[in-house]
């Protein structure tokens, strides 16, 4: 019986083409200007520093649209070394389990060009999804436009629960 399981899970994973069956890697990869990226593998100048497993799933499955919107809109943060609402964007990022890749506009003269580009400034941070931007600190703005993109934001990171509204009652 428990061999007759066993070639029944394997002949379903084969016939399902086996996105349960598999995990995908995420590698963490890092340039020598500091720039970070998340990828299935680093670039051959890039250097890995971090490793994760990330389950497969079917079509409609979480991950299987959360890798749909990764193709369609990227997430790049624009930010600066020493830059407290940087490492905060950048936490937040991780918390949220969004892969992203980072340029560092302080010594990078292709993404000082790039984020003007996309923001008509330079204020970091700057986090782009797909074509979208939100600047500084803006933890409601980014989940918005992750949201519209696509991104399946299933988890509340700790401390995120909504802050008191300053504003009069209406």
């Given at each position: 019986?428990?061999?007759?399981?066993?070639?029944?899970?394997?002949?379903?994973?084969?016939?399902?083409?086996?996105?349960?069956?598999?995990?995908?890697?995420?590698?963490?990869?890092?340039?020598?200007?500091?720039?970070?990226?998340?990828?299935?593998?680093?670039?051959?100048?890039?250097?890995?520093?971090?490793?994760?497993?990330?389950?497969?799933?079917?079509?409609?499955?979480?991950?299987?649209?959360?890798a749909a919107a990764v193709r369609t809109s990227p997430v790049v943060i624009f930010t600066v070394p020493a830059c407290d609402a940087c490492d905060l964007m950048r936490h937040h990022l991780v918390t949220l389990e969004?892969?992203?890749?980072?340029?560092?506009?302080?010594?990078?003269?292709?993404?000082?060009?790039?984020?003007?580009?996309?923001?008509?400034?330079?204020?970091?941070?700057?986090?782009?999804?797909?074509?979208?931007?939100?600047?500084?600190?803006?933890?409601?703005?980014?989940?918005?436009?992750?949201?519209?993109?696509?991104?399946?934001?299933?988890?509340?990171?700790?401390?995120?629960?909504?802050?008191?509204?300053?504003?009069?009652?209406?």
């Amino acid at each position: 019986m428990r061999l007759a399981i066993q070639h029944f899970v394997i002949a379903a994973c084969v016939t399902l083409s086996a996105p349960v069956c598999h995990a995908l890697t995420v590698v963490r990869c890092e340039d020598a200007d500091g720039s970070v990226t998340y990828r299935d593998h680093c670039p051959p100048n890039d250097r890995q520093t971090g490793e994760q497993k990330v389950p497969g799933g079917g079509a409609n499955s979480p991950s299987a649209m959360r890798a749909a919107a990764v193709r369609t809109s990227p997430v790049v943060i624009f930010t600066v070394p020493a830059c407290d609402a940087c490492d905060l964007m950048r936490h937040h990022l991780v918390t949220l389990e969004i892969p992203f890749t980072e340029q560092n506009v302080d010594t990078d003269p292709a993404a000082q060009a790039a984020l003007k580009a996309i923001s008509g400034g330079v204020t970091v941070p700057t986090t782009a999804v797909g074509k979208k931007v939100v600047t500084g600190y803006n933890k409601a703005g980014l989940q918005a436009l992750l949201s519209a993109a696509g991104y399946e934001l299933q988890k509340t990171p700790p401390g995120s629960a909504p802050a008191a509204s300053n504003s009069p009652p209406h």
